[in-house]
C-alpha cells in the first residue's frame, strides 16, 4: 500500500524509498515543540519582512521559481532573505539548523546550504497561507527548470517542510502517486504548476499540517496544498535538498 | 495586442526556429493556431541563447527550449508558413 511512514529509527531504506516515489513522504514528529513553533510563529506574524505575492498570500524569503533567467537578482534577493531569516531566528536555535541536522542524522549525509562562486543560496522559505489560499498542482524540478544554476546539477532533489502552525481546518498536503516526466509539460498551465486532469484517478496520500512535525517527500511527485480554512494561518518552513555527491547534500529555495 | 500562444518545444529546426504543441491560445487572439506550428523567434529571452544569432548553436538551442514550456507573442507568418513570434519562458511548473 503506498503510505507515509512516520520515522521511528533510521533507515538507508527510507532514503531510497523517497527516491523512487515507492514511499509519499517520510514524516518526523516532533521535530520543534508546540510551544517554540508558537513563539516562532508570532516572531513571523510580526515581521515586517513579510511580502504578499501572486498565488499565495504571504512569504518571507525568495526562490529560485521567482528568478528562472535572473540570477543575479535571485542571489541578491537571497542574502535579503537569508538577513531576514537570521533576524526572525535566534542564531543559536535556528529551525533551518535543526531541520538540516535532522535530515543528516536521518540520512546519514553531512548537509550545507547551497553555494555557486561564493554566492549563498537562500536558505529557506517561510509560506503564510491564509483563509481560502491554497496551491494549485505542480511538481518541483530542479534539474529540468532551474539550468541556469548550479543548482540544477544535484542528484535526487527532495524537500523539507516543517510545520509551525496547523490552521484550524484544511491545508494538507496532497501527494499523488505520480511521478513527472517530460511529456507532462504539454499538460502545463501558462501561469503555474499543471491541468488537474493529470492526476485523475491517481492515488493519492493527504498528510496534515501539524505544528513541530517535518514531512520530507519527493517533490517530482505531484502534489498540491488544500484551501485553508479559518483566521489562524499556516505557517511552514521548507527547503529543497539533494546530492552533490555519495555523502553530502546541498539545500536552496 | 498581439496574439499570444503556449506550448511545448517538441523538435529544433534550426537556431532560431522550433516546432511546437500549442496547448494553449489567448482568448482574445484575433486568429486560430494548428496544434502543432512551426514558430521562427525573432527574439528570445533566455539569458544561455544569444541575441546574436551568429554566436547560437544547435545543442544551445536544444539544450535550452527541447520540452520546455514556451510562451510565443505574434508578430506574423513568414513566407514559410512559420509564426514569427517573440518566445519567452512561461510561469513555472513548480516552486
Known sequence: MWTTQIL???????????????????????????????SLSEKILNSTSIVSVPG????IGTSLSSHIYEKSKYFSNAKTSNQSLKKIFSANYSPITIMQQ????????????????????????IRIHEHGDSVHLHRDNSNFEMSEYGISDVNNQLSAILYLQSPFNGGELTIYDKMWNKNDEQMRCPEFGYSSDLI?????????PISGN??????KLYHKVESVIGIK???TLGFFFGEISENYLYSWT | MSDIIWGTVTKIISINSFEMNVSHQKDTNNDS?????????????????????????????EQNLKDKFVKCEISGRNSENRLVCTVSHSGAGGY
Open chain 1, 8 to 38: 521511528k529509527k533510521t533507515s538507508n531504506s527510507d532514503y531510497n524509498n523517497l527516491i523512487s516515489g515507492k514511499i509519499p513522504a517520510l514524516i518526523i514528529s516532533n521535530v520543534l515543540s508546540k510551544s517554540l513553533c508558537a
Open chain 1, 214 to 219: 517535518m514531512i520530507i517527500f519527493n517533490p
Open chain 1, 233 to 235: 494561518s499556516r505557517i
Open chain 2, 33 to 61: 493556431y494548428q496544434d502543432m506550428e512551426e514558430i521562427q523567434f525573432t527574439e528570445i529571452d533566455i539569458p544561455s541563447i544569444p541575441l546574436d544569432e551568429s554566436s547560437r548553436d544547435i545543442s544551445q538551442i
Open chain 1, 56 to 59: 499565495i498570500s504571504k512569504k
Open chain 1, 200 to 208: 485523475k484517478n491517481i492515488p493519492q496520500k493527504n498528510i496534515s
Open chain 1, 102 to 125: 535532522t535530515i543528516s542524522k536521518i540520512f546519514q549525509k553531512q548537509i550545507f546550504t547551497a553555494n555557486e562562486n561564493g554566492m549563498t543560496y537562500s536558505s529557506a522559505m
